[in-house]
């Protein structure tokens, strides 16, 4: 049974998310239907294997936009490489991570595409398949589901 927009929560084209395993608190993504994929912005991208023989990537993410000084190092298991096209129509080969992302009251696990967007507006695209049967998008709205809650310990945020 698909559900009817009438039994999904609204969001709008831009929403405040949160990584917990990855470390991020809080990451301002645009809500693009128009991507197949999800995209998170990184840097200092690295793919090695762990003492088990699996595949890993380490990377750096400055989730805030405006705070360039601010980075949190990641570190989790590579799901697999592809090939994607951005935008532009510009190809690329991609890693690929999967991890849990929290919307408001909401988290389910996201498969995200790792590159750098420091020319784009956004650090992170959440794309259609993640949101599949989840949300209703109006992109006449933002922030509908709230920003998390700053940590205390560490007052960057």
Same mark, same amino acid.
């Given at each position: 049974?698909?559900?009817?927009?009438?039994?999904?929560?609204?969001?709008?084209?831009?929403?405040?998310?949160?990584?917990?395993?990855?470390?991020?608190?809080?990451?301002?993504?645009?809500?693009?239907?128009?991507?197949?994929?999800?995209?998170?912005?990184?840097?200092? @991208?690295?793919?090695? &294997?762990?003492?088990?023989?699996?595949?890993?990537?380490?990377?750096?993410?400055?989730?805030?936009?405006?705070?360039?000084?601010?980075?949190?190092?990641?570190?989790?298991?590579?799901?697999?490489?592809?090939?994607?096209?951005?935008?532009?129509?510009? &190809?690329?080969i991609?890693?690929?991570?999967?991890?849990?992302?929290?919307?408001?009251?909401?988290?389910?696990?996201? &498969?995200?595409?790792?590159?750098?967007?420091?020319?784009?507006?956004?650090r992170?695209?959440?794309?259609?398949?993640?949101?599949?049967?989840?949300?209703?998008?109006?992109?006449? @709205?933002?922030?509908?589901?709230?920003?998390?809650?700053?940590?205390v310990?560490?007052?960057?945020?």
């Amino acid at each position: 049974m698909n559900p009817t927009s009438n039994s999904l929560d609204t969001i709008g084209w831009r929403e405040w998310l949160s990584i917990p395993e990855l470390g991020i608190p809080r990451i301002k993504a645009k809500i693009d239907t128009g991507a197949r994929t999800s995209c998170l912005h990184t840097c200092g @991208l690295e793919i090695y &294997e762990d003492n088990s023989g699996r595949e890993r990537v380490r990377f750096t993410v400055h989730p805030l936009q405006r705070k360039p000084d601010y980075s949190v190092e990641c570190d989790c298991p590579l799901v697999n490489q592809r090939q994607v096209k951005d935008s532009g129509g510009h &190809e690329e080969i991609r890693p690929f991570i999967l991890v849990p992302v929290t919307l408001g009251p909401y988290s389910w696990k996201v &498969e995200f595409s790792l590159t750098n967007r420091d020319n784009m507006k956004f650090r992170m695209l959440l794309g259609r398949t993640a949101m599949k049967d989840r949300f209703f998008v109006n992109p006449g @709205l933002s922030y509908q589901l709230g920003k998390p809650i700053r940590r205390v310990r560490n007052p960057q945020l």
